[in-house]
Each structure stands twice: as structure tokens, then as C-alpha cells.
């Protein structure tokens, strides 16, 4: 009889066999009832499109479903493809199947190939449904698009009411009234409700509140004020300073109104008992001091309308209060129009068309207070730039904005409210969002330069471990305020998108096929690859060069290795981190090597005549870098010129002259020519000094002076004692030559000067002439030319 633990690990080794057996039947199961589940769905959906009756909650719903339909799909079908690439390899290495006449194939092959044709077919079975569900969700989507864009364009141009017409102030005023007076008698019933000990409780407990609050919030915004806040001590601040104060004001300003509001909010909803309207009209009440207390806090930090010192922007005084005040005044309007707008919910058209028609009034009054100070757009009073600068631009701008402000009254009393309000509104975001942008700009612009300037500490730090030069810090700086700056601006094209109306999940839907693959001719493009590429292949960058710097100056300087092979050991981690990075980023995007091997191949003979030039000498610097004919530090002779070599680079090297000239030399030409390298093995020179005498001096005297002063000098090594050779006779002088040696080659030309010193002070302490250059002309027919002379002398007497 077989024991229970036998049965239980019977029964789950056939668990594991079954579930490796049928997990791929599962899945497949499981796909096609996910596509039947996404057809009725899509059905579903095209019905609830032909119903004119349905509502915009009801759109947003089936927008959601069918965003997460496709999504969805998009998953499985990405899957799918992982999948089938290692069922094709596989088929393809069982090579093609053999034809009629060959001999069969093993039973096992045949069944392997059946398996793998009949999984690929699935699987290509379900790629093609799925993309069908996925054009039919795109089609979907488009039609609900279209559909919503018209229901909005219908509401907002549709006309109503006028609200100057009588019978919408005879309806609307009654019932504005009646609010009011249910609103006295709420409170009145409320007071007589409550006792005087009630009363006094909930005082005591309000007034703790805010003193707790306040004991918290008080001395942190006085030392947030005190460490980054704006002092009297700093007279001209810098820009980063004008940031930094501008946002300790904001917090500050936003902290101790927010902590106050907050608390009092608090002790209400838990001392109250307040019904559902109660309730959410309280919350719009903390919502429209939440925004006064935000807007305000910004326009001080920002205006700075009592601190001229200390503003960011470029207005004098009284135009900085004169905005601060319009734009706190806009804060208040929104604030009442939200509280409003709850109160007053459910009460008649005729009263939303008025509460409407009066905020809109208030908001064209105060915007034309911003058109209508000509003093603010004057470039050359707020920019101190000249009057033609871009003057045409401000003035089409302000015309502009000037025919939206005017359009709000003008359409509500033509009857277009709705259109009336969302320009209101949207003119006034809008103007937000362009401050909003501006301020965000200039602090990512500041912080970058902040990151690499030399003079901070962190600048510095980063120029020393990326081993950055001027000029590659400036255009490092380019390229980040150029990414920065396109991501803030693309950011905000998004949210003008939303305040205008796009809706959010349309918005979502098109960022995700953006960022994660979209098709143009065929072939997907992923924005979120690409991105990831960049940054991998930068990163791998970043960590080669943090390597090449970390054996520059910690690993290499403590071995014995040769400088000019320190310099090829970075040269060689540069090479291959770069070729490493490159690799990744290909493999990344997702491109294949061998496809592109066979571009390479096919455009190899066109680029060889183009580039042959370019490869030539990369080939050629790795030679140098190899066979090391020459190093960095070298002194080299090529052809006519000389110098020491300074960099070794991919394609010339760098070589400074003795006039501190930089000369770069092709490597090919390093490799093919003649190289005179002075220093190659060791930097041992030799320095020879030609020396004439006149004829007549003693020889032997001229020997043992030279070798005198060569041994007196103490760069002369003694080890390769120094010689004197006699050259032989030449037509004025004796002709000797010294050879000695010294250590360093780079001293040569300085010991040769020294011995010259020497060697003349010796000759004249001995006597010994060194002769100018001497001819002897004989003249031929001496006689005759004697005679001819005579002859002439005696004709002149």
C-alpha cells in the first residue's frame, strides 16, 4: 500500500508536467477569449455612438475602456512578437524541409517542424486579430474624438439668453434674493442653537489651534527668511540670489496663511455638524482661500512690489505694485466666481447667466487695467532695450489680447455665455502658464550654469572629474539648457493643450504613441527607445570618462609605467568605452547588426573613395598607439617640423613647436615618412660642437681644452666621457669637433650655448685664434697686366 506522501508527490510532478504541457494552450485560450471580450466591446461601443441621447460621463467612460483596450492589446501583440523571433530561430535552424524525391527526415524532425509551423501559424493567427482590435479601437477612439469636439463646439457656440434682457434680471434678482435670506436664516438658526458655553468652547478650541499652528509655522518662515530670504546685507544680488529669495518668499508667504487657514478649516469640520451642501461649501471656501493665498504669495515672490532689489522682473516700482494688485484682484474674482458657483448650484439659468455675465465684466475690467498702462509695454522703459525692438511684436501682441478681452462682454451679450467664460477663464490661464514657463526657465537656465561654472564649488568639482575645458563646459551647458528647455516647452504646449479643451486622456493616449512606438511607412518609431538610448549611451560615456580620470590620477601615477604608455592605456579605455557605448545604444534601438554589416558592406566601396582618407589615418593612430613609435611628451623631427608631441588623437596628432605653435600631422603621414624621434628610447642626447682654430696653434693644447670644459659642466655625463675628433684641415681653419652627452636631450640646446661661453673664455685666456674665413687670389699674365698699367700711367702725364 502506498503511503500518502507517495500519492502527494505523484500528484504534483504530474501538476508540473501538465502545466508544462498545456501552459501555451492556456495562453492561447486565454488571447482568444480576450479578443472576443474586446470585439463585443468595441461593438458595444459602436452602438453607444449612434445614441444621441448619451451623456459626456457616459463618453468618458467608454474613452477609458477602450484606452485600456488598446493598451492592452498593444501588451499582448509586443508579446506575442518576443515570442515568435525564438520559434522562427529554431525553425530556421531545422533548415528547409526536404523535398519529394530526398530521403525523409528523422520522425522527431518532422515533429518538431509540425510543432513549430503550427505554433507560428497561432501565433500570426492572433498578431493579425489583434491588430485588427487595435485599428478598430484607433477608428473608435477617432469617432469619439470627433464626436466630443462637436458637442463642445456646439455648447460653447450655441446662443442663449442675453443677460441684459429683462425678464433674465426679473427672474434672476428675486432668486438671488431669496438665496441671500435662506442663507440669514440658516445662520440666525445655527446662533440660537448653540449656547453661550458652546460657543465659548469652540472659541477656546479655535484660538489653541492657531496658536499651536502658529508656534510651528511662525519660527520656521523666520529662519527660512533669515538663511535664503531677502537681506539688506547683499545690495546688487546675483540672479541665483533674485531665485533663491524669490522662492523662500513664496514658501514663506504660502506657509503661515495656509497653516492659518488650514487650522480654522479643521477645528469647523470637527466642532460642526454640518450637512453635504454645508460641507462642500466650506471646501470651497478653503479652495478659494487656498487659491488667493497662492496667487498672491507668487506675485510678491515674483514682482516683489515693496523690494525693488530683489524682483525678477524687469518693471520699476509703481508697475510692479500696479500688476500685483490687478493679479491678486483676478485671484479674488476666481476665488468669489468658485464659491459662487456651489452656493448657487441648482437655482435657474437665469441666475448662472447673470453670476456669469458680472464675474466676466470683472474679469475684462481688470484685464484691460493690465492693456490699458501703456507703460507696461514699453520695451525700452521695462526692457531698457531701444524703442525698435521688437516693438511691432508687443504692439500686435497687445492688439491681440486686447480683441479676446473685449470678446468676453461682447459675447455673453450677444448670448454666447459659455464662449464668454471659457475665454475668461482660458485668457487668464493662459497668462499664468506664460509667466509659469518664463520663471521655470530661468531658474533650469541658472541652475545649469550654476552646475558648471568654475568659480562655485560644485562647478568646479564637475569640470575636474569630467575634465571638462572651457569649451567643452560651454557646450555642455547648450545642450543642457537645450534638453531642458525642450522638455519645459513641450510640457507646456501640453497644458495649453488641456486649457483650451483637449481632453487629458486624449492627450495621455497620443504621449503614450509617441513615446512607446507610432508607424510612419512601415516602421515604428519609439521616442521612450530612442530617449533610453541616448541616455545609455551618454551614461556609458560619462563612467568611461570617470574611469580614464580616475586612472589618471589615481591608479597609473603610482606605477612605474611610462608616461607616453599611461597616455595610450587612457587613450585605448577611451577607444573601447566608446565602442562599448555605441554597441549598446544599437542593440538598444533594437536595429540588427547583421542588416546593417550588409549596408555597411553595400555602401563600403562608395564610402572607402570618400572616407579613405578619414580610416586611413584612424587605422594609422592605432598603429601609433600599438607600435608606439612615438608618446605624448616625445621630441619628434617630421620632415621640416619639430616640437614635442602633445596628444595622440584619433585622427592627427598634436604637436607643439619650440614657439609654442600647435601643428597637427595626419598619422598616415607618421606611419609613411621618416620619423626622427629624439626621445624614443631614453632621453639621453649627444651634443656636438664644431670648433675651428687658426692655423699654426697647437693641436694637442686645442684638445685638452675642449675636453676641459666638457668635463667642467656639469650636465656633461661622465659615464659616456665626452671626445674631441680633429675633422681635418679646411681652407681658413683647423677643424675639431666636441661630442659629449647629456642626460635630458631637452637640455642640449642650453648646454650647448654654455660650452660655446666656455670655450671662448678658454681661447682667449690661451691665445688661441679662432680666424675669420680667408681667400688667395692669384691673378694670371701678371706681366702684361703690369705693362697695360705702365702704359696707361704714362699717357695721362
Not at 552 to 570: A, E, K, M, Y
Not at 625 to 650: A, F, H, S, T
Not at 670 to 695: C, E, F, M, Q
Not at 727 to 756: I, P
Amino acid at each position: 500500500m502506498k503511503s500518502p506522501l507517495f500519492r502527494v508527490c505523484v500528484f504534483v510532478f504530474l501538476s508540473v508536467c501538465s502545466s508544462l504541457l498545456y501552459a501555451e494552450p492556456v495562453q492561447t485560450t486565454a488571447v482568444a477569449e480576450s479578443l472576443r471580450q474586446w470585439n463585443a466591446e468595441l461593438e458595444e461601443a459602436g452602438q453607444s455612438f449612434a445614441n444621441t441621447d448619451i451623456d459626456d460621463e457616459e463618453l468618458k467612460r467608454i474613452r477609458t475602456r477602450l484606452n485600456g483596450l488598446r493598451v492592452d492589446a498593444i501588451a499582448i501583440s509586443d508579446n506575442l512578437a518576443a515570442k515568435t523571433a525564438p520559434l522562427q530561430a529554431e525553425l530556421t535552424a531545422l533548415g528547409p524541409p526536404p523535398a519529394k524525391d530526398a530521403p525523409k527526415e528523422p520522425k522527431s524532425l518532422a515533429v518538431k517542424r509540425k510543432s513549430l509551423n503550427d505554433q507560428l501559424t497561432d501565433m500570426d493567427g492572433q498578431a493579425r486579430e489583434l491588430g485588427l482590435v487595435i485599428s478598430r479601437a484607433d477608428a473608435a477612439l477617432d469617432q469619439l474624438s470627433g464626436l466630443r469636439i462637436r458637442r463642445f463646439t456646439q455648447k460653447i457656440f450655441s446662443r442663449g439668453f442675453s443677460p441684459l434682457a429683462p425678464e433674465v434680471w426679473q427672474k434672476g434678482l428675486p432668486e438671488l434674493q431669496e438665496k441671500f435670506t435662506a442663507l440669514t436664516k440658516q445662520v440666525a438658526a445655527w446662533r440660537d442653537h448653540e449656547t453661550g458655553q458652546a460657543l465659548n468652547s469652540k472659541l477656546i478650541h479655535l484660538i489653541t489651534t492657531l496658536v499651536a499652528a502658529l508656534v510651528v509655522a511662525w519660527p520656521l518662515s523666520r529662519w527660512f527668511s533669515r538663511q535664503f530670504g531677502r537681506t539688506s546685507a547683499v545690495q546688487i544680488p546675483t540672479y541665483v540670489e533674485l531665485l533663491r529669495a524669490a522662492l523662500t518668499v513664496g514658501f514663506i508667504r504660502l506657509l503661515l496663511p495656509m497653516t492659518v487657514t488650514m487650522s480654522v478649516y479643521l477645528v469647523f469640520e470637527h466642532d460642526m455638524h454640518w450637512t453635504d451642501a454645508e460641507h462642500g461649501l466650506a471646501l470651497c471656501v478653503l479652495k478659494a482661500l487656498f487659491m488667493i493665498i497662492l496667487v498672491s504669495a507668487a506675485s510678491r515672490a515674483i514682482l516683489a512690489p515693496f523690494n525693488g532689489r530683489w524682483r525678477l522682473m524687469p518693471l520699476n516700482d509703481n508697475d510692479a505694485h500696479y500688476v500685483h494688485k490687478v493679479i491678486v484682484g483676478l485671484a479674488w474674482v476666481f476665488a468669489f466666481d468658485l464659491v459662487l458657483d456651489n452656493w448657487l448650484s441648482g437655482t435657474s439659468l437665469e441666475l448662472t447667466l447673470l453670476r456669469k455675465f458680472l464675474v466676466g465684466l470683472l474679469i475684462t475690467g481688470l484685464l484691460l487695467a493690465l492693456l490699458m498702462h501703456r507703460q507696461l509695454w514699453r520695451m525700452d522703459i521695462q526692457h531698457r532695450r531701444k524703442q525698435s525692438d521688437k516693438a511691432g511684436v508687443w504692439r500686435a501682441i497687445r492688439a491681440l489680447m486686447g480683441m479676446l478681452v473685449l470678446m468676453i462682454p461682447v459675447s455673453a451679450i450677444g448670448g454666447y455665455v459659455a464662449l464668454s467664460r471659457l475665454l475668461g477663464t482660458q485668457i487668464v490661464l493662459t497668462g499664468s502658464l506664460y509667466i509659469l514657463v518664463g520663471v521655470v526657465v530661468a531658474l533650469c537656465n541658472e541652475l545649469i550654469e550654476e552646475a558648471f561654472n568654475k568659480e562655485s564649488e560644485l562647478g568646479s568639482k564637475i569640470r575636474q572629474n569630467l575634465d571638462l575645458t572651457d569649451e567643452g563646459s560651454e557646450l555642455l551647458i547648450f545642450w543642457f539648457k537645450a534638453a531642458v528647455n525642450t522638455a519645459i516647452y513641450v510640457a507646456a504646449v501640453l497644458a495649453l493643450l488641456v486649457i483650451w479643451g483637449a481632453g487629458g486622456e486624449d492627450i495621455s493616449v497620443w504621449l503614450y504613441s509617441v513615446l512607446f512606438g507610432f508607424s510612419v511607412a512601415g516602421v515604428t518609431i519609439s521616442l521612450s527607445t530612442l530617449f533610453f538610448a541616448v541616455a545609455l549611451f551618454s551614461a556609458v560615456l560619462l563612467i568611461t570618462r570617470l574611469c580614464q580620470r580616475f586612472l589618471q590620477q589615481v591608479i597609473l601615477p603610482r606605477t612605474r609605467i611610462d608616461l607616453g604608455i599611461q597616455h595610450s592605456i587612457r587613450a585605448s579605455v577611451g577607444y573601447i568605452g566608446f565602442i562599448f557605448a555605441a554597441g549598446l545604444a544599437i542593440s538598444t534601438l533594437g536595429i540588427d547588426l547583421s542588416k546593417l554589416a550588409i549596408i555597411a558592406g553595400a555602401l563600403s566601396v562608395g564610402i572607402g573613395f570618400g572616407l579613405q582618407n578619414v580610416v586611413n589615418n584612424f587605422v594609422s593612430g592605432l598603429i601609433l598607439l600599438i607600435e608606439r613609435p612615438l608618446k605624448v611628451g616625445d621630441w619628434v623631427v617630421v620632415n621640416d617640423m619639430q616640437g614635442y608631441v602633445k596628444n595622440i588623437n584619433v585622427r592627427a596628432t598634436e604637436i607643439q613647436t619650440f614657439d609654442r605653435a600647435s601643428v597637427f600631422i595626419p598619422n598616415s603621414t607618421l606611419i609613411s615618412n621618416p620619423l626622427l624621434n629624439w626621445t624614443h628610447a631614453d632621453k639621453t642626447g649627444r651634443v656636438v660642437l664644431p670648433v675651428g682654430v687658426s692655423y699654426g696653434c697647437d693641436t694637442r693644447k686645442v684638445e685638452k681644452i675642449l675636453l676641459e670644459v666638457a668635463d667642467a659642466h656639469p650636465s656633461v655625463l661622465t659615464v659616456l666621457a665626452p671626445s674631441v675628433l680633429f675633422k681635418g684641415f679646411g681652407d681658413s681653419c683647423l677643424n675639431f669637433e666636441l661630442r659629449a652627452f647629456v642626460q635630458d636631450v631637452d637640455k642640449v640646446m642650453k648646454v650647448s650655448s654654455d660650452l660655446c661661453f666656455e670655450i671662448d673664455a678658454a681661447f682667449k685666456r690661451e691665445n688661441i685664434e679662432i680666424p675669420y674665413p680667408q681667400q688667395d687670389v692669384h691673378w694670371r699674365d701678371m706681366a702684361r697686366i703690369e705693362a697695360l698699367v705702365a702704359k696707361i700711367l704714362h699717357d695721362k702725364k
